[in-house]
């Protein structure tokens, strides 16, 4: 029994050490926030505001720091649609927020209820930096993006902060998680957007490739349950939707950017869009070395110039993808049409002619030769060929014959 247990626990640290989520867990801290204003109603006084990040980040990078707004009920309910818009204000030591200021929140119906909704800011991290990344939050303005004057003030007493360990987790450059800008393309206004929204993003370049010649990329995406949705919009088009990857790309005389498309499952207006299992995405190297890919913009619709959204991919702290370009193991080949200047050698022909002479008439006739006996065609025809054959025939006949008595003798004397 006790060898039995001391295999259980040792499988079950195996177990837990391999759990997937045990390296990619977040830390979450909540805050209590006190508001005033006339905006929100029985939830006005103190709300519970969550701050969340990666549980390690590396210095001189970016990461996502997510604001978890709760549920909100309104005082007064508006005559029509619009947005929560958030306007945190946070202090993180050291480091800095790299987009400050007001982001949307939650789409806000004819009704008093506000669903709750996570919006995203950027901190940068200094290069240098050990030990943790401290982020203090302070005041939070909650408001309606119609109308403006709607708003409430909330305010934290805490003297806590959400602490972040600097190592080689996460963050940054080594993030897989980009956060995209996402609006529609054309001006027609959507409650859903602009949003924000988190997409795990994973490259697998090719094993091998060489200069001059098409590299396949697998371009693969997740949205996150941290960031927010995307949503067809009004006027999407349904009949044959696609989704437009774009990979941007530097070295070995690559193209800076490279896009790939692939077609989108069912889209129902006002419902989450799916994003496909996978886009395959075509650079071509022109040089040997080494070609780096960074996540580039999104675009949906019919059309890559001419989309019904468009996300925007931040141009910092992405994670990088790698992969060798070799020369190529053939030279290219030309051809070219020879011209008349210059004549090939050609064949000699070689003719073989028969020629049949017949006789005359005169040259068929028998002569009798002069001063001999008048023998008919004897003279020039020469033997007869009959006497051939019947002098063969005889000596065949004998030897017949010979042999059978020759036979006879030999049984006798036996």
Request: charged letters at 10%; glycine letters at 12%.
């Amino acid at each position: 029994m006790g060898l039995t247990g001391t295999l259980a626990i040792f499988v079950g640290s195996i177990f837990v050490v391999s759990t997937p989520t045990a390296a990619l867990a977040a830390v979450t801290k909540q805050f209590s926030y006190t508001c005033t204003g006339s905006m929100l109603g029985s939830t006005s006084g103190t709300i519970s505001v969550g701050l969340s990040a990666p549980d390690s980040v590396t210095a001189g990078t970016t990461f996502d720091l997510t604001v978890k707004i709760p549920e909100l009920t309104l005082a007064t309910a508006p005559t029509t649609a619009t947005t929560l818009q958030v306007n945190a204000t946070l202090t993180p030591t050291p480091g800095s927020i790299q987009d400050p200021g007001v982001k949307t929140g939650a789409n806000v119906t004819t009704s008093t209820t506000v669903s709750a909704k996570d919006v995203v800011y950027k901190v940068s991290v200094p290069t240098g930096t050990t030990g943790k990344v401290s982020v203090k939050p302070s005041q939070l303005v909650l408001s309606l993006a119609s109308p403006s004057t709607t708003t409430t003030t909330c305010t934290t007493t805490s003297t806590e902060a959400l602490d972040v360990t600097i190592g080689t987790g996460g963050g940054g450059g080594t993030d897989d998680v980009v956060e995209y800008d996402c609006d529609l393309a054309s001006s027609g206004g959507d409650a859903d957007y602009p949003a924000d929204v988190d997409i795990k993003v994973v490259m697998t370049p090719p094993t091998s490739a060489t200069a001059n010649a098409d590299a396949s990329i697998t371009w693969t995406g997740t949205i996150q349950s941290t960031g927010g949705t995307l949503k067809a919009p009004t006027g999407f088009p349904t009949t044959s939707p696609k989704m437009f990857v774009t990979i941007k790309a530097s070295g070995a005389g690559a193209p800076s950017t490279a896009t790939g498309e692939a077609a989108l499952s069912t889209v129902t207006i006002g419902q989450n869009i799916t994003l496909p299992t996978s886009v395959t995405v075509k650079i071509k190297p022109t040089t040997t070395g080494t070609v780096s890919l960074t996540a580039g913009d999104l675009a949906f619709g019919t059309s890559a110039s001419s989309p019904t959204i468009k996300c925007l991919a931040p141009t910092t702290g992405l994670k990088a993808y790698t992969f060798t370009v070799g020369s190529s193991t053939s030279s290219p080949t030309t051809s070219s049409t020879p011209t008349n200047t210059t004549s090939s050698p050609k064949p000699t022909k070689t003719s073989t002619a028969t020629v049949t002479v017949t006789p005359s008439s005169s040259t068929k006739k028998s002569k009798t030769p002069k001063a001999g006996a008048d023998t008919g065609g004897g003279g020039e025809a020469g033997p007869d060929g009959r006497m051939f054959i019947l002098t063969g025939t005889a000596l065949v006949g004998a030897a017949a014959v010979g042999g059978l008595v020759m036979r006879r003798r030999n049984a006798t004397r036996g």
